[in-house]
Each structure stands twice: as C-alpha cells, then as structure tokens.
C-alpha cells in the first residue's frame, strides 16, 4: 500500500468498497463488467448465475474503486447452497463503503423489496435502474423513480443501461465522493483478486449455464482437477459435477455435440483471457446432493 503526501498537484489516494447487490438477474455482473472494463464476472439470462463474492478493480486518476458483486439474493429456496449464497450477500454488506441496489428499471417487485430490508440503515445506497434500453417510455419512468424515493432514503438514483458504456462510465464521478481517502487496496491496473484457476472454472460455467436449459444451472458445479503449464500452452482438464444421471445426458446432448460446444466455447473465451493456447478437457461426474450441504459445498469451494 502506498500514501504519497497529497500536494495540489497530486490529490490524496482515495479507495473504497463498493457493494454491487440486489435479487436474481437485474444485471449486477454485467454492470461490474462494464466498471471494471474486462470480464471478471460471469453472466447469463438465468437467475443465480453468480455463486460467490467476486471482486472487480477499477483506478481512476487518484481513486481505487473496488467493486464487489454478489449473488442475486434469493427468497424462494432454502437448499445450502442458497443459504451460502445469501451468508456471502450479508458477509458483504458489513464492510463496504457504499452499496449500489440494482434493480430494473421500473419494476420492483417482492424479491427487491426483500432485498432492500437487507441493506445496512447507516450506509449510503445508491439506487441503480438498470436495464433502462428496455424501457419503451422514459416518461412511464418518472412516477416509477418518485414512488421509489419513498422506499429508502436514496443517496442518488441512477437510471441506466449497464450494457451502454456511456451510462456506465458517469458512475465513477457519482461514486468517487463516497470513497474515503486512504491508499489503494491493490495495485493501479489490477483487476479482479480472483485467480485464473477460478476465472477458468467459472468460464466454464458459464458456457454451461448459456448452453443448457433451465432446469440444469441450479444442480451443476465446475471443478478444475489439472492445471499444467507447458511453456505458452495450458493443459487444463475440469469436471461439471450434477445431481443426476439425467442431467449428465442433457450436458453430454447427442453424439457428445452439446458438450463439445461448451468445451469450445470456454476454451476460446479462455485462449483470449489468459493470451495463449489451451488444451481443455472436460468430464461430466454425477454427485447427487452436492448442493445439499454445507459439507459437501465446502468440498467444491463454497466458503
Ligand atoms: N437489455 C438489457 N439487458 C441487460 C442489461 N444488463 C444486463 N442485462 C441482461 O440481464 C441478464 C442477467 O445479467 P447478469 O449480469 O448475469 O445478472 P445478475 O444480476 O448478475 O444475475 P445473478 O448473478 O444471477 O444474480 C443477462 O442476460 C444480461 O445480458 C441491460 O442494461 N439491458
Ligand atoms: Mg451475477
């Protein structure tokens, strides 16, 4: 950590947590995407996409913005794997600076009410609308925002698109006031605090959560059994474990075609992120109950 004595010229060293939250597919992984200017997080069109606490890094000028982004906080299920995914949601919120409540704009339902109960009385809540392409009316928008403003005592509202770089970028001159002045956490270009092992596996599961149907996701997990550098190729061999012998059939698709197509598709999202040739191999292993219990979830790297 580095403090430079601020002088007129250089500006004191602000960094603050900033907490990316809000329930199930409003756009919180995409938006911290776009924060942070590289993937760092998974996404898909499907609810609980994200399973962990990942952090995404951002400097500009003379302020860090260290983001965090959660699992849509969920209501409905109560399976371990749910109640972990929440413990990291609350976990979270005891130690940011600010927490940015995703919702879509216009809409705000019992999950984001549940949500919003949640979130700490004495810390500033800035609200975001995302999604805001997909309203057909702006106009519809402005009793929506008013309404919203009897719910919490807001420090900002924030229409936008998270998909609209523009939008996205006028966030950080919104934010940067509420960063306490303090040095950086890490260093001025770094990124995310997660590793490539982790990146990979999750790369994997996206193309998994893209590539099949509903009913899969909430049932399947990504482990990386083998790691080995050869000079610039990365022999990587990973399993997706599932519940059921069914579910293995579904990944596999016919003639091994769907399989093959995950495989692809991560290892070449992978080759761009890590700069090299990879060589991935991917198995399916069944594990009924894996998402049953803590123990079990601890195994596949649920903290
Ligand atoms: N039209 C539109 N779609 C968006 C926008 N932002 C995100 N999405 C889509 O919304 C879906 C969910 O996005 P995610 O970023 O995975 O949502 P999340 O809140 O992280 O979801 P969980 O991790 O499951 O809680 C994806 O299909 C995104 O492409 C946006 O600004 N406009
Ligand atoms: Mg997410």
């Not at 400097?59 to 109560?78: I, K, L, M, S």
């Not at 596999?252 to 197509?261: A, C, D, P, W």
């Not at 040739?277 to 198995?283: A, D, G, S, Y």
Request: with cysteine; charged share 30%; net charge neutral.
């Amino acid at each position: 950590m580095n403090q430079p004595t601020p002088t007129p010229e250089a500006p004191a060293q602000r960094c603050g947590l900033i907490a990316i939250v809000g329930r199930p597919n409003v756009g919180k992984s995409t938006l911290l995407n776009a924060l942070v200017g590289q993937k760092v997080s998974i996404t898909s069109d499907k609810a609980q996409t994200t399973r962990h606490r990942i952090t995404g890094v951002r400097t500009v000028e003379e302020a860090q913005f260290v983001f965090v982004d959660t699992p849509g906080f969920q209501t409905r299920h109560n399976a371990a794997l749910n109640r972990n995914l929440n413990r990291t949601v609350h976990g979270v919120l005891s130690d940011v600076d600010v927490v940015l409540f995703v919702v879509e704009a216009g809409r705000f339902g019992i999950d984001d009410a549940k949500v919003l109960t949640l979130l700490p009385e004495d810390k500033p809540v800035v609200l975001i609308a995302n999604k805001l392409d997909a309203v057909q009316r702006r106009t519809d928008l402005v009793p929506w925002l008013k309404s919203m403003q009897d719910r919490r005592n807001f420090s900002e509202f924030v229409p936008l698109s998270a998909k609209k770089e523009a939008d996205v970028a006028r966030l950080f001159k919104i934010l940067k006031p509420y960063l306490p002045e303090q040095g950086w956490f890490y260093e001025e270009d770094a990124l995310t605090d997660r590793s490539e092992k982790f990146l990979a596996s999750e790369i994997i599961r996206e193309k998994l959560f893209r590539l099949t149907g509903d009913e899969l996701p909430y049932t399947s997990t990504v482990i990386i059994d083998k790691w080995e550098d050869e000079g610039e190729l990365r022999r990587i061999s990973a399993s997706i474990v599932v519940e059921r012998d069914a579910h293995k059939g579904m990944i596999i698709g016919q003639g091994g075609e769907r399989l093959k197509r995950i495989g692809s598709e991560a290892r070449q999202e992978l080759e761009h992120l890590m700069d090299g040739r990879v060589f991935l191999e991917l198995w399916v292993k069944v594990r009924s109950g894996w998402a049953d219990t803590e123990e079990h979830l601890r195994t596949y790297g649920y903290e």
